[in-house]
């Protein structure tokens, strides 16, 4: 409560502030530290283009999950303690679950965009009285494991911790789904209370995955992460300023693709240095794992509001999006 008031003064401070000059101040707040390189490559990212865009008149001030834990962030963006927020849809399902269908889709930004796919997506947030910007599309979700392969190549015998929207990936390839939250993750990887995560790829080296497993495959699961503005912010910024966001979140979608492909090469690269082995499912068990991601993340998806998720994969399917 103490930092929520503090914020609070501080909040009403910049906001008397903002009143003599030109510039748009933008508290933004986003779900990582730099540990998860989505940090920068996407949240500080889009803060330095929209600054580089404006000529410097939008200046975003950035704060992290060190002041707003990640599973309580929707809440501060919707009574507009914060004007824009840079999230992973998993933190806040409690509120939507439509972003989980995407996990099934190809990362392909413009293929997306044509869709109208956003009319969707903004209409779920706009009930949360949120405007999405933007759905950067990552890639990479990998499954690590301090054991083999069971004898059918599966997860068979397995406890792996992920999280409640992926428990169906782990349980069609024979595993076990464990929710456990980051903090108790690497422990119980290390005292084998667990046998495996799924987590992102980009970061992992960071996190000290090559310290708690030993091998680890592809799940090709995508990483959708949205941007969200509180909808009185957006509906007040000038229209110009808003064409700076609407174009800057392009510029930024369009680079997603290529970035994580870096990104996850270079994890590759440093898995490899550390020792840990690179598995390869059989085509049967990754046939059944790319159907449950599909049928999986939309069955999630459809949880909260069925219509809106069915209307958003008939989009996504109908562009030819959905993972084969």
């Avoid at 690269?269 to 790319?290: I, K, Q």
Wanted: hydrophobic share 40%; net charge negative; glycine share 10%.
């Amino acid at each position: 409560m103490k930092t929520l008031a503090k914020l609070l003064a501080c909040t009403a401070l910049v906001s008397i502030a903002n009143m003599a000059s030109a510039e748009t101040v933008v508290r933004m707040l986003k779900t990582w530290d730099d540990r998860y390189p989505g940090s920068v490559v996407i949240c500080d990212r889009y803060a330095e283009l929209l600054t580089e865009a404006s000529g410097g008149e939008i200046v975003v001030q950035m704060s992290g999950p060190e002041t707003i834990p990640p599973l309580e962030q929707l809440e501060p963006t919707q009574n507009g303690l914060f004007q824009v927020l840079c999230t992973y849809p998993g933190f806040h399902t409690g509120s939507a679950t439509l972003l989980t269908g995407l996990e099934s889709i190809r990362p392909d930004a413009q293929a997306f965009r044509e869709s109208r796919a956003m009319e969707v997506v903004r209409e779920t947030y706009g009930a949360l009285g949120l405007h999405a910007i933007s759905v950067p599309l990552g890639h990479g979700y990998w499954i690590y494991l301090n054991r083999d392969l069971s004898g059918s190549g599966d997860l068979s015998g397995m406890q792996i911790r992920a999280l409640p929207p992926q428990h169906p990936y782990i349980s069609a390839i024979g595993g076990t789904p464990v929710v456990l939250p980051p903090a108790e993750m690497f422990s119980a990887l290390e005292r084998g209370v667990v046998d495996g995560a799924l987590f992102p790829a980009a970061g992992a080296t960071g996190y000290g995955f090559t310290e708690v497993t030993d091998r680890y495959f592809d799940t090709r699961v995508s990483s959708p992460h949205v941007i969200l503005a509180n909808q009185t912010f957006w509906d007040g910024l000038p229209g110009d300023v808003r064409k700076v966001f609407i174009d800057q979140a392009e510029v930024l979608e369009n680079e997603m693709p290529g970035t994580y492909d870096r990104l996850n090469e270079e994890e590759h690269e440093r898995m490899a240095e550390a020792g840990m082995e690179r598995l390869t499912l059989s085509d049967e068990v990754a046939a059944r794992l790319s159907h449950a991601i599909v049928e999986g993340s939309w069955s999630f998806a459809a949880s909260r509001d069925a219509d809106a998720a069915g209307r958003l994969r008939n989009i996504v399917e109908g562009a030819g999006l959905l993972l084969e």
